[in-house]
């Protein structure tokens, strides 16, 4: 679809705003309005993410940032050293590893921001919109299941990070796991939802990404 006329649109609109905390392209401004359909709702939620990111403190964060500290021994996710077969970066989640009743929410939000600035990065190095995502449920029980988590993750991907994620591949999803989406589902739009792709087995995934590229060491 040409948004080229949204583009423009908006575009003035952000010349009476000096924006401080966020780089803005067309690119970027293609990606809100994608997300949020109209060009006034674009221009808010651009505001909403300039706003955020200060008081967030996103430029300070770094790999020695408390939350993301704390974080980072739970071996739940890895950005990968690779890419899929569209040459987007790769991140893996082993959601067994995760602990409902361990986690701090507020340091994995801080963790989620700091991954999700590390994708984007690479993203920008490889000249691709958008990233992968690999959720593994192998191994999966209802101790890791944490819906608060997940709606902190999706609300930092709708709200600041739009369009970023292009697609999720959900491995290994247990028998017990449908009633789970059902309820998921419900939170997704149409646009979000396409994105989720459950893979049925390993000539399915190959599709997406070379088989090697699956973690062995997170356990």
């Known amino acids: 679809m040409d948004r080229s006329a949204d583009i423009a649109k908006l575009k003035e609109k952000l010349k009476v705003i000096e924006i401080k905390n966020m780089e803005i392209d067309d690119k970027v401004l293609r990606r809100y309005l994608v997300a949020h359909r109209k060009v006034d709702a674009a221009f808010e939620k651009i505001l909403a993410t300039d706003k955020w990111r200060e008081e967030f403190g996103v430029a300070q964060l770094t790999g020695d940032s408390p939350g993301v500290k704390r974080s980072q021994g739970h071996r739940v996710y890895r950005?990968?050293?690779?890419?899929?077969?569209?040459?987007?970066?790769?991140?893996?989640?082993?959601?067994?590893?995760?602990?409902?009743?361990?986690?701090?929410?507020?340091?994995?939000?801080?963790?989620?921001?700091?991954?999700?600035?590390?994708?984007?990065?690479?993203?920008?190095?490889?000249?691709?919109?958008?990233?992968?995502?690999?959720?593994?449920?192998?191994?999966?029980?209802?101790?890791?299941?944490?819906?608060?988590?997940?709606?902190?993750?999706?609300?930092?991907?709708?709200?600041?990070?739009?369009?970023?994620?292009?697609?999720?591949?959900?491995?290994?999803?247990?028998?017990?796991?449908?009633?789970?989406?059902?309820?998921?589902?419900?939170?997704?739009?149409?646009?979000?939802?396409?994105?989720?792709?459950?893979?049925k087995n390993d000539e399915e995934l190959a599709t997406y990404v070379d088989l090697s590229i699956i973690p062995t060491d997170m356990d």
């Open 79 to 199: 950005l990968l050293d690779a890419k899929d077969k569209l040459g987007r970066p790769v991140g893996y989640i082993l959601a067994r590893n995760h602990s409902f009743r361990k986690r701090n929410l507020e340091d994995l939000t801080q963790f989620i921001v700091w991954k999700m600035e590390e994708g984007c990065a690479r993203c920008q190095e490889s000249g691709i919109e958008n990233t992968c995502a690999l959720y593994d449920l192998k191994g999966f029980t209802l101790a890791s299941l944490d819906y608060p988590l997940l709606r902190v993750l999706y609300s930092t991907l709708i709200d600041h990070y739009p369009e970023r994620l292009g697609v999720c591949l959900v491995l290994n999803a247990p028998a017990f796991f449908p009633p789970i989406w059902a309820i998921l589902r419900t939170w997704l739009d149409e646009n979000s939802a396409s994105k989720i792709k459950f893979i």
